[in-house]
Structures are given as C-alpha cells and as structure tokens.
C-alpha cells in the first residue's frame, strides 16, 4: 500500500478511499469478480431440467437465486454477464480421473509410474489439473495417485488455497491392493515401486486404511480384483473379510470406499462390503448389477478408458472390427442399464488427456445408448449424490456457485458440453 501511495497520510487516505469507491483498489483486485454477479443465458439447467428464459444471481460463494428472468433482477453492486445462446448449468463432476497420469499413448503406465520423478508427476499434474477446470468440471474425485504417493495431497491443498487453478478434490491418496496383485511387474529380482500401497490381512488393511486417511484420503480405494499376470484375466485380490474390514474402518472414519472390480466376483465381494461404487465394472454380469442395485452401490462403468486402450493398441475406430474388450463391456452395460444399477460418470481421465472428460458422455450417447438428458444429469446431480456431496451438482439457492456456460442445449447434444464459455467456481469467474 505505501509504495502505491508515496504521498501524504492525508492525501494516501484520500485516494485509497477514491481507489475503493472506483473498485480499483488492491484490496478489491484481489477478486476478480464482484461479489454479487447475475448470468442471464438463453437457458438453465438445474440439474435435473432445462429452464429456457432462467437467470441466476450468485452472492459471494453460493447461489443466492435462480428462477424465470423477469423475477430476479440485478441489486446495487451487481456485475450482468449476459450469455446469449448459452445453457448454464451446474459445475461438472468428474468422477473417475488420475491428476497425476497423463495419457498412456505418450509414456506407458509402467514407465510414468518408475521413470517419472514425482516433481516431474506433480508439474504435469497442475496443468492437468487447470485444463480440466477450463473444460467445465469443477469436481473431480481422483482415484489414486499411482506411485505418486500423497502428492494429491499437496495438489489439493494448492488448489484450495488459490495458489493453482483446479476442480475442487476428492482425493484417494494410495489406494490399497493386496501384495503382489499390482504392478509394475518386470524382474523378479527387483523390488520395484508399485502403483498402489500392498496390504493385507486384517491388522495390515485397518493400519493402512487409517495411515491414508491420517495423510489426508477424502475416500479410500481398493483394488478388489486385477491380473496377477500378463496376458492372464483379472482374479479377484482380497478376500470378502478383508474388503468388509477396510470399508468399515473407513465408514467409522467418515470416507466412503470405491473399489475398481471388472470380474463377477470381485465386484460381488466389494459390493456386499459397502463400497459406495465400483470402477469399471466389465465383467458385470446381470445378477451382479442387480445386487449392486440392491445393496444402493453405483457402477462408474469409465467406457472412455477401454475406447482409448483399445486404440492405444491399434485398433483403427470404425475401419476395423470392434475388439473383444469392447463387444463385452458392450454387454456387459446392457446387463447394467437393463438392472437399473445406478451410474456414476467419469471416464478414468489421465488414460487419455485431461481437459478431454466429455469423451466419457459423448460415448455413453453415441456408443451406450444414453440419452443425452441422462448423461447430464449424470456428470452433475447424480454424481453428487452418489458421492454424497449435497453442496454442490444443482443449481439451487444456498448451493456452491460452481457453474458452466455451454454454447448450445448439452440436454440435446452432448458435445455441446465441449463448447466451455464461462467457468465459475465457489462464485468466482476462473475462465471466461
Ligand atoms: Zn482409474
């Protein structure tokens, strides 16, 4: 303030009150938006419905109001952003994504995982992490840091106290897979850092669970099958009392649990477990979806990584036969869909690039057979509520200001989700 004002107190205090009247002090300039701020678009959605003709009038963090235009007018102070042609709807949730991978067609899990420096990991991941932001998804729950320790705990608190731009984090630290089921996997000989912590057994599972959640895990995840082996299918890992301890210690600790499964069986153990949702799912048989449904576990089905891995390994999209891997996790989402299982939205980002997550709703519409509506409400309402996060996903008052403009109607066409104008987050404008 004194280098700005080399001057007299008297006249120093002159224009710093001048300075604030004309909102230019630096005090103010420190939030870029004003605190009271109405978006008129062509259209909102809510969360659940489109609302053509709505505004939305945020107050400092959190939704003050949301109705018909004509009702909600602008108070004394307050910025208008007009948003022709626009929907805005609430900040998109990501459900399944890896800050701290970056896309395996560029350096193999394997090699991100022994030759990246977690430094390297770590300055990747905050562009990972604004691009993302950018791309409208203002949660993301990251599911593992996959060698990288707990540089997600960092990452987050880098985020939450402004320093980086990104989504707000739901962070699994680790992640838990039983001792040998994971990988890297080359020699033998070699004791090679692995992607995930190793535990076992009972009085190994409760340690570990309870050390990621001391290091700062929002949500604990296990790994309930895998291939031991190259080249072998996926077993199932731990044992239906090892995955039933890890999730109620977790539970009494106030984290829910996600388990990646794709065989029947270990998505059987985890979901009698209660776990809160299980990750891809590609073995999921109709019986299994059904007792999903039944226990109120949700299926992330990441439709977007198997596309990209199918890829990555050559297969040319629509010149060549759909691979194996696809025609099952196919079937396997008619089973899901025809259960009524409840779906999570994420794509497993970090597969493929960050910034990318819409390629997991435009594959659920064109691929899946989802209608557009669903998938929106999916990546908004509902993976708020399967993940408990009743503070955010709708547009309504009291809720986060954490919102997206969209040229175009995403209920109609999905990529119009692609078409990002305007990011806010906690009320503040982050990209516009
Ligand atoms: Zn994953």
Not at 187 to 199: K, R, W, Y
Not at 383 to 411: C, K, M, S, Y
């Amino acid at each position: 303030m004194l280098l700005l004002f080399p001057c007299r107190p008297w006249l120093r205090a002159l224009l710093l009150v001048l300075a604030v009247l004309m909102g230019t002090s630096p005090i103010l300039a420190q939030s870029p938006t004003p605190s009271l701020l109405l978006l008129r678009p062509a259209a909102v959605f809510d969360g659940e419905t489109l609302h053509p003709g709505w505004a939305v009038l945020i107050e400092h963090e959190h939704i003050k109001a949301v109705g018909p235009a004509a009702q909600i007018t602008a108070p004394a102070g307050a910025r208008t952003l007009e948003l022709p042609g626009m929907t805005l709807l609430p900040g998109l949730i990501e459900g399944h994504a890896h800050l701290l991978l970056h896309s395996y067609n560029e350096t193999s899990w394997n090699d991100q995982v022994l030759t990246e420096s977690v430094a390297l990991r770590v300055a990747r991941a905050t562009v990972h992490a604004r691009r993302t932001l950018e791309a409208g998804f203002t949660t993301v729950r990251d599911l593992g840091s996959e060698g990288a320790g707990y540089a997600d705990v960092g990452l987050r608190q880098a985020i939450d106290q402004g320093i980086i731009p990104g989504p707000r984090l739901l962070i699994a630290t680790r992640a838990l897979v039983a001792s040998g089921s994971y990988g890297p996997k080359l020699n033998p000989d070699l004791d090679l850092p692995q992607g995930a912590q190793e535990a076992d057994g009972s009085e190994g599972l409760v340690r570990a669970v309870r050390e990621q959640i001391g290091k700062g895990a929002d949500l604990i995840k296990v790994y309930a099958d895998y291939r031991w082996g190259q080249n072998e299918p996926a077993r199932p890992t731990f044992s239906q009392e090892e995955l039933t301890l890890a999730v109620q210690t977790a539970r009494a600790a106030g984290r829910p649990v996600v388990a990646h499964a794709s065989t029947p069986e270990g998505m059987r153990r985890a979901t009698l477990a209660g776990v809160q949702t299980i990750e891809h799912g590609d073995g999921g048989t109709l019986e299994i979806f059904k007792l999903m449904k039944q226990r109120g576990v949700a299926l992330c089905p990441t439709v977007a990584a198997g596309d990209a891995v199918s890829r990555y390994r050559g297969w040319q999209k629509g010149q060549q036969p759909e691979p194996e891997r696809l025609r099952l996790k196919r079937l396997s989402m008619q089973a899901a869909l025809q259960s009524g299982v409840t779906l999570a939205f994420g794509g497993d980002v970090g597969v493929f690039a960050h910034g990318d997550n819409v390629r997991e709703a435009e594959l659920l519409v064109q691929e899946y057979g989802l209608t557009p509506l669903a998938v929106v409400r999916g990546f908004t309402s509902q993976n708020a509520q399967v993940f408990q996060l009743p503070d955010r996903g709708r547009i309504q008052p009291g809720l986060l200001a954490d919102l997206v403009a969209v040229t175009g109607d995403p209920t109609q066409d999905v990529s119009a989700l692609r078409r990002v104008q305007l990011v806010v987050k906690g009320g503040k404008i982050v990209k516009e």
